[in-house]
């Protein structure tokens, strides 16, 4: 299971190389490490699963979030090819939206009550929690699964833009 990741809000032209970078290594370069070492025999057994946490980012980037979307797309794609390299070993993903979580806190600015508000209207199924993005997790995981791979769930309520 990888789950952890870095957002850098702002526009393009304002980022510096080195955020870049830190945003790269955390949710692109790690992951990928990671699913290096769990195609070992040695480190996984043929019924493992390698799950990771995306964003709906990867399909629908916003401004002053695209190298964070961009990054998780690679997650994305990452996901897709472990799923045939590594079998039958299976390779899965949770994409949630967006989440009360403390990456999300540190832009209180951004993301204050009016923003939650709107986002639970255009969710027709509430806005996703971080328990349902745990229940997704449990769930690909588990042997009733067992057929699933190559996949990233989304989870966002139904969020509509």
Request: charged share 20%; glycine share 8%.
């Amino acid at each position: 299971m990888y789950c952890a990741g870095v957002q850098v809000i702002k526009p393009m032209r304002s980022l510096g190389v080195e955020e870049v970078e830190r945003l790269y290594r955390t949710n692109l370069v790690a992951p990928t490490l990671f699913a290096a070492a769990f195609g070992s025999a040695r480190v996984s057994t043929r019924d493992a699963v390698f799950c990771a946490v995306s964003s709906v980012a990867a399909q629908r980037p916003e401004p002053a979030i695209v190298p964070y979307a961009a990054s998780k797309a690679g997650l994305d794609a990452l996901i897709k090819g472990l799923a045939r390299e590594l079998a039958p070993r299976r390779a899965v993903g949770v994409a949630p939206g967006w989440l009360d979580t403390e990456m999300t806190q540190a832009h209180a600015r951004l993301y204050g009550a009016e923003f939650k508000e709107a986002l639970e209207k255009r969710s027709p199924a509430g806005a996703a929690t971080v328990e349902s993005v745990v229940d997704a997790i449990a769930f690909l995981m588990s042997s009733q699964a067992r057929h699933v791979t190559g996949e990233i769930l989304r989870v966002d309520g139904g969020a509509v833009l």
